[in-house]
């Protein structure tokens, strides 16, 4: 089994509509982020967090929330979708001890029509 | 100017051959410098951690050169497999992670 889960994995939803990315992961790692990418710009970072209680935006949080429902899980929310939020979203997770290596999730593809 | 910059690419190489990618930062704070490696539609992974005194494995290469701020990485003998957009990625002292837009290779048979 993967270590770092994301679902949806496709998702099509339209203009307006509220949508959550959910996250787990059991690699017990403390911090976990949210990344998303587009062609030509590379990963941006949108959330991070370091432990349940710290929580952390990115350089492109707008439009964006998050929730850290327990260690192994980080969900992204989208209150009203918008066409230009169509993009690959990962999520990551790393520890100290790790050497700070970032961990994926497979990624999740969102459309918005 | 970009925290993190890279070769803007595509690389196309024939099998075989050596190929080198930059990358320039301008974070002077940064302290942990990685190369990932990204295939088409699916996330990235570790390749190698950058040290100062430069590191190897088996094929791959990379140097850091912390008065310039660069970070380099070199393929040996690029195989098919090989083919990805590689990705230069920085920590900073305050554990920010800032990953570059990446390098795109394609080794050619």
């Known amino acids: 089994d993967a270590d770092v889960t994301q679902t949806p994995r496709n998702r099509i939803t339209k203009t307006g509509k509220r949508i959550m990315l959910e996250c787990s992961q059991t690699?017990?790692?403390?911090?976990m982020y949210w990344y998303r990418q587009d062609p030509g710009l590379g990963l941006r970072l949108i959330y991070y967090s370091f432990d349940v209680k710290d929580i952390n935006k990115g350089e492109i949080s707008d439009g964006y929330s998050v929730s850290r429902q327990a260690q192994a899980k980080f969900s992204l929310s989208l209150e009203s979708a918008i066409p230009n939020q169509t993009a690959l979203y990962f999520c990551?997770?790393?520890?100290?001890?790790?050497?700070?290596?970032?961990?994926f999730g497979p990624g999740t593809r969102l459309t918005v029509t | 100017r970009k925290e993190v910059e890279q070769d803007p690419g595509p690389f196309n190489v024939p099998e075989g051959a050596t190929v080198a990618f930059n990358c320039t930062y301008s974070n002077s704070a940064s302290q942990s410098f990685f190369w990932y490696r990204q295939d088409c539609r699916k996330e990235p992974k570790l390749l190698m951690s950058v040290y100062s005194s430069g590191n190897e494995d088996g094929r791959f290469t990379a140097q850091l050169n912390r008065a310039s701020q660069y970070i380099s990485l070199l393929i040996r003998d690029s195989k098919l497999s090989d083919s990805a957009t590689y990705l230069c990625v920085l920590r900073t002292s305050y554990d920010k992670v800032i990953f570059g837009p990446g390098t795109s290779l394609s080794v050619i048979p």
């Open positions: 690699k017990g790692h403390d911090r």
């Open positions: 990551a997770t790393s520890d100290r001890t790790g050497g700070y290596e970032q961990y």
